[in-house]
């Protein structure tokens, strides 16, 4: 089995480092959060990781000063970085491309879309190192062709329940709130009302359940969803 990937990010915001880990975990990586940029150059020097979240703005050595001196040295030279700014002007991520990030990502942004593009990143660099198939018991899910199949049988999803499913699915029978489903499937800058993730979930149980087959989305009740092998 591929050694699972391990990612650094460098975030001086505490409230955006917990929720960057805390997603990022719950999709099976090994994080490591770093909040000052000495601080991160002297971690990267002592181990290198398969993918770098990158702040722009950190005390200590600023995140574009960071990735500069990071694709000086041949060990970093080629590490996977996306970089996270506040900045959003044309000149800016110009700039933060050309200093040697891979990706740019302006905040506040969709968590599931900087997943995706972990996602995406990872697979170029190492195609190894992340499944595009996900099972749990009798239903498969597959990244990349967007197929949900249960005994075989195809499930027809719609694109959120989709996200639902597979975030779901990445850590079986782990308990999500309404809150962290909320964060992980539709992102923590879009205002939804919690009651609409019971609504997906509805759709997604309706879905899965082919022939009266046997309920895996299972309800927690006061503490919200999981689903069970």
């Known amino acids: 089995m591929a050694m699972t990937p391990r ?27 770093v909040g000052r940029g000495d601080e ?8 290198v990781p398969d993918l770098l979240v990158l702040d722009w ?14 694709r000086l040295r041949p060990e970093t030279e080629r590490l996977p970085i ?21 990706d740019y990502v302006v905040k506040p942004f969709s968590t599931p879309e900087l997943l995706a593009r972990i996602r ?14 996900l099972k ?7 990244r990349e062709t967007h197929r949900v199949r249960r005994r075989g049988r195809d499930v027809k999803l719609g694109p959120t329940e ?4 597979e975030y779901l699915m990445s850590s079986p029978g782990r308990v999500y709130s309404r809150s962290q489903l ?16 019971d609504v997906h979930v509805g759709r997604l149980r309706k879905a899965l359940n082919l022939s009266n087959m046997r309920d895996i989305v299972r309800t927690v009740r006061g503490a919200g969803y999981a689903i069970e092998s």
């Open 120 to 133: 995406a990143m990872l697979r170029r660099a190492r195609p190894e190192s992340i499944s595009s198939q």
């Open 162 to 165: 989709f996200r639902l499913l």
């Open 7 to 33: 990612i650094t990010v460098v975030e001086d915001e505490e409230a955006l480092s917990v929720l960057l880990r805390y997603n990022l975990e719950a999709e099976g990586y090994e994080v490591d959060t």
């Open 82 to 102: 996306i970089m996270l700014t506040a900045r959003g002007e044309e000149s800016e991520r110009i700039r933060g491309l050309t200093t040697g990030a891979d």
């Open 182 to 197: 909320l964060d992980g499937v539709w992102g923590h800058d879009v205002y939804v009302d919690e009651r609409t993730v």
């Open 57 to 70: 703005m950190l005390p200590g050595i600023s995140g574009i000063e960071l990735c500069r001196r990071l």
């Open 136 to 142: 749990v018991g009798d239903v498969e899910l597959d």
């Open 40 to 47: 991160a150059e002297i971690r990267l020097r002592e181990r």
